[in-house]
């Protein structure tokens, strides 16, 4: 099974985060300036390669939510409430658990499940973590229950017998129990805020995952590039996630992967780029500038959903 890093995000760099910490350098501090759904700087933490760590994002509830399921507030267990449309609607905007967890495709914007199939999940939901399978009856669903005490053991069994007959998910005890598993991770500092604000210590490497030129900006809309651009050349040990940047920025790694359409199937390949400053590139050692050359004649191959 693949690792899972980070929250269930619309965007996340799960897929290619274990590459992307393979290519950079250690450090004593990792600074995460656009943490999203924290799946590198997840990664960077079980690396053993950093000690210390600064997360930081516009959307201060993201970094707060990846903390507060480090330290065990979040799990199947302690979070068994159903969450409905009206509710998902109404606390969306205030409780990142909410916006990510219900929502689909972990946009943070649109219910989890469509009308048609609301009330099956909502019964299913309440079979599992009441063990109760009864509930199903009325679907046609004979499922024997095993009275396993773990939810996500009754979750996997009742799912298993399901899949039998009809294929059945439920995404939320899934995704309760990714979140569950960043809760030995330790010593993150987090910040909200504009990234130019963020006071990155001596030696320490940033890490930017901005968002895309010539796309959609989400949450950060309105993104002003050229700013970052020039922000971004007067710093220090510095890489940049991007599909292209201006000529002054040096390619430093690159990975390519067929994205594959959720909506139509279709799939197409792109090249994903980590780019440094001319500074940083500068200080590279003889050996780690050879690695770079090598990073551009072996580049690796990805296929996920987006």
């Not at 010539?214 to 050229?226: L, W």
Request: net charge negative.
């Amino acid at each position: 099974m693949q690792v899972r890093y980070g929250l269930p995000y619309k965007g996340s760099k799960n897929a290619i985060a274990e590459w992307l910490i393979n290519q950079l350098p250690p450090a004593e501090t990792f600074v995460d300036l656009f943490f999203g759904g924290g799946a590198i700087t997840h990664r960077a933490l079980v690396s053993g390669k950093y000690k210390k760590f600064i997360v930081n994002d516009i959307d201060g509830r993201l970094p707060k939510f990846f903390l507060d399921c480090v330290y065990g507030k979040y799990t199947v267990d302690t979070h068994k409430e159903w969450i409905s449309r009206e509710e998902f609607n109404r606390l969306k905007d205030t409780d990142a658990y909410v916006a990510l967890i219900w929502s689909f495709g972990n946009n943070g914007k649109d219910y989890l499940y469509g009308k048609d199939i609301e009330q099956f999940k909502h019964d299913y939901h309440r079979a599992v973590y009441l063990d109760d399978t009864s509930l199903l009856e009325p679907y046609g669903y004979k499922v024997t229950s095993t009275h396993l005490k773990a939810v996500y053991d009754r979750y996997l069994e009742f799912n298993r017998q399901i899949k039998q007959q009809a294929r059945c998910d439920n995404e939320i005890i899934e995704r309760n129990s990714e979140i569950e598993r960043l809760q030995s991770l330790q010593g993150l500092q987090s910040l909200q805020g504009d990234y130019a604000d963020v006071e990155i210590p001596k030696g320490a490497l940033v890490y930017c995952d901005i968002p895309y030129s010539d796309s959609n900006c989400g949450k950060y809309q309105g993104f002003d590039h050229e700013r970052f651009y020039k922000w971004a050349n007067k710093q220090d040990n510095i890489f940049i996630s991007e599909y292209k940047m201006p000529d002054e920025f040096i390619p430093y790694a690159k990975i390519e992967k067929t994205i594959l359409s959720a909506a139509n199937g279709n799939s197409q390949k792109t090249t994903e780029y980590l780019f440094t400053n001319q500074r940083t590139y500068d200080k590279f050692s003889d050996e780690v500038k050879e690695r770079v050359k090598l990073n551009f004649a072996e580049q690796q191959t990805f296929s996920f959903l987006e």
